[in-house]
């Protein structure tokens, strides 16, 4: 079955710090691979997407970039702020048959000033 | 304003109870879904619509049942056989349309304590 794995947290790091998120997957095919965002008490927001190979997302600083020779989709940011303060969830799904989204565990960002 | 609405936000109840969750969409998606999330453990996919007057069990979909009679309606029923129903569960909604945008729009959630 289909699967996606991301990197245990919680990601310490300090305002300004490089951030890399790694996510890689397992599927038959070639899904569409997602990046969502969770705040504290809320549900999910959409961060960014790409629906195939060589594709990059980006959105408000964030990108991430469709390998398909790595099954990656590794979640990148320049600079972090304290207001990235979230729980990152990658997710894939396949067009048609419901777009059910598979997730990975999520993990916890904190950036200190 | 297009969203997701989920109520209550907290809920609580006793065990053996069941109980339904609410959820309403106004973006006239197709498509709605209903998760589970525990901590370390990602979301889990319980339930999800594709079409009114039908749905289709996800992961865990054992103790729980739903109903799709209104396009933007798809409330969730946690009966009383879910051995663990302590947890924050998640709406969401997509267009279905066989395309590439499968974007799914979350609703913020309804965190449920049994006791």
């Known amino acids: 079955g289909n699967s996606v794995t991301q990197m245990e947290g919680p990601v310490t790091l300090s305002e300004e710090a490089f951030l890399t998120i790694n996510c890689t997957y397992t599927?038959?095919?070639?899904?569409?691979l997602f990046w969502y965002v969770q705040y504290p008490g809320e549900g999910l927001q959409l961060l960014l997407k790409?629906?195939?190979?060589?594709d990059k997302g980006s959105n408000k600083g964030f990108e991430a970039t469709y390998r398909k020779e790595t099954t990656s989709f590794h979640l990148e940011k320049g600079s972090v702020q304290v207001s990235d303060s979230a729980v990152y969830f990658c997710?894939?799904?396949?067009?048609?048959?419901?777009?059910?989204?598979?997730f990975g565990t999520g993990t916890q960002l904190k950036v200190e000033l | 304003d297009g969203g997701i609405t989920q109520s209550p936000k907290y809920l609580f109840r006793k065990e053996g109870q069941n109980v339904t969750l609410s959820c309403e969409q106004n973006?006239?998606?197709?498509?709605m879904y209903w998760y589970r999330q525990d901590p370390g453990q990602g979301l889990r996919l319980i339930y999800y619509?594709?079409?009114?007057?039908?749905?289709q069990k996800g992961d865990i979909a054992e103790g729980y049942s739903v109903s799709r009679e209104k396009k933007e309606s798809f409330p969730l029923t946690v009966t009383s056989a879910q051995k663990n129903p302590t947890a924050f569960y998640l709406c969401?909604?997509?267009?279905?349309?066989?395309?590439?945008?499968?974007?799914?729009?979350f609703g913020p959630g309804t965190r449920l304590t049994v006791l």
């Open positions: 973006l006239n998606h197709d498509a």
């Open positions: 969401a909604s997509s267009d279905d349309l066989g395309g590439m945008n499968n974007e799914q729009f």
């Open positions: 997710a894939l799904s396949f067009t048609g048959g419901g777009n059910k989204l598979t």
């Open positions: 790409a629906t195939k190979a060589d």
């Open positions: 619509s594709q079409i009114v007057n039908d749905f």
């Open positions: 599927a038959t095919g070639y899904p569409s």
